[in-house]
Structure formats: C-alpha cells, structure tokens
C-alpha cells in the first residue's frame, strides 16, 4: 500500500499521560500536514512540514503539543499532559509542494486518521 | 477573515434522486475549491477540485461541482444517488497553500 499510513488507529488514555501518533505520507510527497477533527467538524489545521522544516503552526497547537519531521519522511505529533478536549481524530495528510510557477495546489492526500479517547 | 460554509448538516435523499450539497466561500480572491469524501472510520478521498479554467468540474463517482465566482459558490451535485454514496462530504478552499474546511455535510441516502 502506498497511501498514507498513521498509527496507532486508536488510542485510549488517561489524562494527564502522554501520547505520540506517527504518520507516514507518500514516499515523494515533500509536504506533510496534520489536522484534527472533531465530530460533526470539518478537520482544523494544525501544522504542516515542507521536508523536515515545519512551516506553520495553528493557535490550535498549544505549547502541550509538538511535531517533527526530522528526515523529511515520517512525523510524530506528541500530546502532553493530555485533556478531555483533546479527544479527536488526528489525520495527517501529504502533498507535493504547490507549484510555484502555476500556483496550483496540488491534491492532500489524507491517512485513516488516529482517534484519541482521553478518560 | 476566509471561511467555508456548507448549508445543511445532514441531507436526506432517495436512492435515484439529485444530489446537491451545497458549498460557499468568503474570500476576495476566489480560492481553489476541493470536495472531500469521508465514509465511515476511513481517512478523506478527493471527489474533485476547481484550480483555473472551467468552471464544471467532474469527479469520481459521477459527482460534479460548478464554480460559480458571482455566487461565491461551488455546489456539489449527482444526478441519480446511489445507496453507496452515503458518507460526509466536505468542502473546502486553498487560501495561501492551506486549506480552510467547511463542517461537512452527512448525506443520506433512503431506499
């Protein structure tokens, strides 16, 4: 399968606790981008990486949550000190960088999403 | 500020009749415009996008979507529904490479 794979597909923790989520994009996708999604909601951005650099951050991203890329492959998106609001879906995405000449955003393509209970 | 609306949470069609699933955008410049499907407990799927050039776009799954710059709108549409096209479907635009997501619209198919 070469589509975008996240792991674990669940996750159920106590709060307080730490959690990571992985994300594997689409090996020549350059752009990496995480979102969560809460029901009934549309997905609310949260960062995205071009390569290993993360571009931008939403004030979503609070100082608990952090995200690397650190060989511009797979990402890690780590929750500390998790809450009850943080119960989500967290979907990643990949793309190819948009094009520079034409402007022309290139197709997200998202993984199955990892849902996080916290208790 | 950008924003994407999407008209109606939850509609509810009999299998064989048009399908419209309504989508606005608030910005000054017109955005590129997306539809995304999301079934059940699986990840998002591009229907279709709008970038430059016409205005009717076709999809997958004999969806297509009309941009229309006056109305600020791209409506998504499917002349005969079919029981499996059940799913969230949401839209969303590109301003400045990001994408700005509407709350989605459940569609219901009814035998």
């Known amino acids: 399968d070469t589509g975008v794979s996240q792991n674990p597909r669940h996750k159920i923790t106590k709060r307080g606790q730490n959690v990571t989520f992985r994300c594997d994009p689409i090996s020549e996708h350059n752009r990496l981008y995480w979102y969560r999604q809460t029901l009934g909601q549309g997905p609310e951005f949260l960062t995205y990486?071009?390569?290993?650099?993360?571009?931008?951050k939403s004030r979503l991203l609070s100082d608990r949550f952090s995200a690397e890329r650190p060989k511009g492959s797979f990402s890690t998106l780590e929750i500390q000190r998790t809450e009850q609001g943080d119960s989500a879906m967290y979907l990643c995405?990949?793309?190819?960088?948009?094009?520079?000449?034409?402007?022309?955003?290139?197709?997200?393509?998202f993984g199955p999403g990892t849902r996080l209970t916290v208790l | 500020a950008q924003s994407v609306t999407q008209l109606g949470s939850h509609v509810s069609v009999s299998e064989g009749a048009l399908v419209l699933l309504r989508c606005n955008y608030s910005?000054?410049?017109?955005?590129?415009l997306f539809w995304y499907v999301q079934y059940p407990n699986q990840g998002l799927q591009l229907l279709l996008k709008?970038?430059?050039?016409a205005t009717l776009v076709k999809g997958i799954n004999g969806f297509e979507a009309e941009f229309k710059k006056s109305e600020t709108s791209f409506h998504l549409t499917k002349p005969s529904a079919h029981m499996s096209d059940a799913a969230e479907y949401f839209c969303a635009a590109s301003f400045n490479y990001q994408l700005i997501w509407g709350a989605g619209t459940k569609l219901i198919i009814k035998p």
């Open positions: 910005s000054s410049v017109p955005p590129y």
């Open positions: 990486f071009q390569n290993e650099a993360q571009l931008e």
């Open positions: 995405a990949s793309s190819l960088r948009p094009s520079l000449t034409s402007g022309v955003i290139n197709e997200q393509f």
């Open positions: 709008y970038t430059t050039g």
